[in-house]
C-alpha cells in the first residue's frame, strides 16, 4: 500500500477521511504516537483501532499474545476491556473468524487493514458506523 507516512498521521482510515487518533492512554500505536499509522517497520501491520473485550483479551492470550499481562519492564500496563489499542491486521481477522473479534473505529483504522480485512465485516463490528443507514455517525 501507498503513503505510509512512518507515524506522522497523514494517513487515510478505512473510509477513506483522515485517521483520527485511536488511543493515548493507553498510548498505542506502532509509532506509540497514539494512531494506527503504520510504515516499512511495522511488520504486524498494526492498523486496526480495536475496543478491547474480555472475550478478545481472552481470545489472544490462547493465540499467544498476552495483552491483558502488565509488562512494566516493556511500560505496557496491560490491557483491560474498554482500552482502544491498535492490533494487528492478521489478529483481527483471526478473531473474527474465531468469533472473538472486538468492536472496530472506522476513523482511526488505517486504510492498510483492507488489505487483509474485509470493509464490511469491519463495519458489522463498528462502533462509529450506522449500520442502518450506512453513514459514519
Not at 504486524?44 to 475496543?51: E, K, N, Q, S
Not at 472475550?55 to 495483552?67: I, P, Q, R, T, V
Not at 519492564?73 to 473468524?97: I, M, N, S, T, V
Request: hydrophobic fraction near 35%; include cysteine; proline fraction near 5%.
Amino acid at each position: 500500500m501507498d503513503g505510509f507516512s512512518g507515524g506522522n498521521n497523514k494517513q487515510r482510515n478505512v473510509l477513506g477521511g483522515w485517521m483520527i487518533p485511536c488511543s493515548t492512554s493507553p498510548m498505542t500505536g506502532f509509532y506509540r504516537n497514539g494512531c494506527c499509522d503504520t510504515g516499512p517497520e511495522d511488520m504486524g501491520l498494526h492498523t486496526v483501532c480495536a475496543v478491547m473485550t474480555d472475550a478478545f483479551l481472552e481470545y489472544s492470550k490462547s493465540a499467544g499474545n498476552d495483552l491483558s499481562t502488565p509488562r512494566p519492564e516493556y511500560g505496557f500496563a496491560g490491557l483491560k476491556p474498554g482500552d482502544h489499542w491498535c492490533l494487528c491486521a492478521g489478529r483481527w481477522e483471526q478473531a473474527r473468524q474465531a468469533g472473538a473479534a472486538p468492536n472496530v473505529v472506522l476513523a482511526a483504522t488505517n486504510m492498510a487493514s483492507l488489505n487483509i480485512c474485509d470493509l464490511d465485516q469491519l463495519k458489522s463490528l463498528a462502533i462509529d458506523y450506522d449500520k442502518g443507514n450506512n453513514n459514519k455517525t
